[in-house]
């Protein structure tokens, strides 16, 4: 009965802290800036802290007498203080009555107990009983270095914050909306389309949080000039990126190496997930846009990001938001997208050969540039193409420190997912939760798509079937477990991973869309929840389908 406790109790109490943390967070009762580093710190608390051999060294440095008495006297301190909390709380204590009676508890308990305290004052002791507590590593491995574990993001978010406010006061955007809008006139389901699309294509081979900025800054607003709502157009770009990323060939190379999938397998399977996200986003738009024939939204300009005025700049500056993008690709990357049409045919294979050879050249050369030089060079780029004879340095430094703030909440948000990535990938917090994943994984079709359906949701908050959380940690314990195959654990986070990639408000991505359409991250899940959690259930069985051959005989 003790081991199991010890097995489950702790694993168990992390998912209740998980649960009521999500709730909380849907109740918007927690934000999300504090939810992260309470989930961090509590996750550590539970499963770090030693506290089997903190009691032990207590009973030893104090005595079993002692550590009774201290328990004794300290239980009914804290029910003592309990109660002048309550009575502060009614207003029959003043504040200033509650706390200098709360110190008053505290220390009449230490008198009482000041005899047996002697034994834990040597340094001995207190090394031993603060070495249980593993401070360092909470302080130094979980805060510390979870603050810092996603410092490329942020950086890269308060540079693309720049360019996006240079962009904003130099006119450029102002110019390229007013263009896309004669272009797609008030067809906005065409352009909501188009724009999927566009997103898709693009993020095949662009991935990461720079070019989410780069492209997000063109797409956001060219919809909602249209009068596209700012949440649906950020569902709009997240169907579109997530579906790209779904098709990068990057991803199945993860899949290929983690699992030994075969890359048919993958590759298939990939593409059916591609159909199924393209299919969601189309449901998605008619859905929320088809009732723009019956009445007319008003026009949104992502809080100043004007869409009327005479302002308009010179056709080439409008290349300004674009040239980043050009600058950070990588061609070679679709060099291994024509890996599966070789032999195909003679014509196909000299394009292959010629297109090889430009890409290694352009890799080399000129571009595959990192995110940061891209985007000074983008600024530069502005500027010139822009030029005023007076007032640059002003504009420039001007965006510099809007371009900062505008980031600013997604950049502190993000320290939170820092430490709660450094939380869930420590060895002793993913002990506790394995066990209690190995109890749980179905064995049959029908509990395949069902259980890891309705438990889908669990991908979000950097949970269990998270993919950049606990995700390959529990999919190692399910190849181990032989109940299912490495094709239809794929098939478990590459469907349900479109609840994270698309409806995470923990991810970077999610984070700076919510800012940049100054809504809150949170919304964007509550919108596109239900589309993605019903195409989960699809693409689990499309899984089921392809691969039933991987379950083990009852």
Not at 273 to 299: D, E, H, P, W
Not at 539 to 551: D, E, N, Q, Y
Request: proline fraction near 4%; glycine fraction near 10%.
């Amino acid at each position: 009965m003790n081991t199991g406790l010890i097995v489950y109790l702790p694993g168990g109490l992390m998912i209740l802290v998980f649960l009521v943390v999500m709730v909380m967070m849907y109740l918007r009762k927690m934000s999300a800036l504090i939810a992260l580093p309470v989930m961090a710190l509590t996750f550590s608390l539970i499963g770090i802290v030693r506290y089997g051999d903190f009691l032990s060294a207590l009973v030893k440095y104090l005595s079993w007498a002692g550590f009774l008495s201290l328990a004794h006297w300290s239980v009914i301190a804290f029910i003592l203080m309990g109660v002048v909390f309550v009575l502060a709380r009614m207003k029959i204590l003043t504040v200033k009555v509650a706390i200098w009676t709360t110190l008053i508890i505290f220390v009449v308990d230490f008198i009482i107990n000041f005899h047996w305290l002697k034994g834990i004052f040597s340094s001995t002791a207190l090394t031993e009983l603060i070495g249980c507590l593993e401070l360092k590593v909470i302080v130094n491995d979980i805060l510390h270095k979870g603050a810092l574990r996603l410092h490329q993001a942020y950086t890269v978010a308060i540079f693309g914050g720049m360019l996006a406010i240079l962009v904003k006061n130099k006119g450029i955007a102002e110019t390229f909306i007013k263009y896309a809008a004669e272009l797609g006139g008030d067809n906005r389901m065409m352009v909501a389309l188009i724009m999927m699309l566009v997103s898709f294509l693009l993020f095949t081979t662009l991935g990461g949080l720079g070019a989410i900025i780069m492209v997000g800054t063109i797409i956001l607003p060219i919809m909602m000039s249209l009068g596209i709502s700012p949440l649906v157009a950020a569902g709009v770009f997240l169907i579109g990126l997530c579906a790209g990323g779904s098709f990068n060939p990057g991803n199945w190379a993860l899949y290929e190496t983690a699992l030994e999938v075969e890359r048919q397998d993958v590759q298939i399977f990939a593409l059916l997930i591609i159909v199924l996200y393209l299919a969601t986003g189309f449901v998605f738009i008619t859905m929320n846009l088809m009732s723009g024939k019956r009445r007319r939204f008003r026009r949104y300009t992502d809080g100043g990001m004007p869409t009327t005025g005479s302002r308009k700049v010179h056709p080439i500056a409008l290349l300004t938001p674009i040239i980043p993008i050009i600058l950070v690709f990588q061609l070679s990357t679709f060099v291994k997208l024509f890996d599966y049409v070789k032999g195909k045919s003679a014509l196909l294979d000299q394009f292959i050969f010629y297109f090889t050879k430009f890409a290694t050249f352009w890799d080399k050369n000129i571009g595959a540039w990192d995110f940061i030089p891209a985007f000074l060079f983008g600024l530069v780029f502005c500027l010139v193409t822009t030029w005023e004879k007076r007032d640059n340095i002003k504009v420039l430094t001007r965006a510099a420190i809007e371009g900062a703030e505008s980031v600013m909440p997604a950049v502190l948000l993000m320290f939170g997912i820092g430490m709660l990535l450094q939380a869930v990938r420590n060895p002793q917090v993913s002990s506790y939760l394995n066990p209690i994943v190995l109890k749980v994984i179905p064995s049959g079709p029908l509990g395949y798509i069902i259980g890891f359906g309705i438990f889908a949701p669990l991908a979000l908050y950097r949970g269990p079937l998270n993919i950049w959380g606990l995700g390959f940690g529990i999919a190692g314990l399910f190849q181990q477990t032989g109940r299912i195959s490495g094709p239809l654990i794929m098939g478990v986070f590459m469907s349900v991973g479109a609840i994270q990639g698309v409806c995470d408000p923990t991810n970077t991505h999610n984070v700076w869309i919510a800012s940049f359409i100054k809504e809150d991250v949170f919304k964007i899940t509550k919108k596109l929840l239900p589309y993605i959690w019903v195409m989960v259930f699809f693409g689990l069985a499309i899984a089921v389908i392809l691969f039933h051959k991987g379950f083990a005989s009852p």
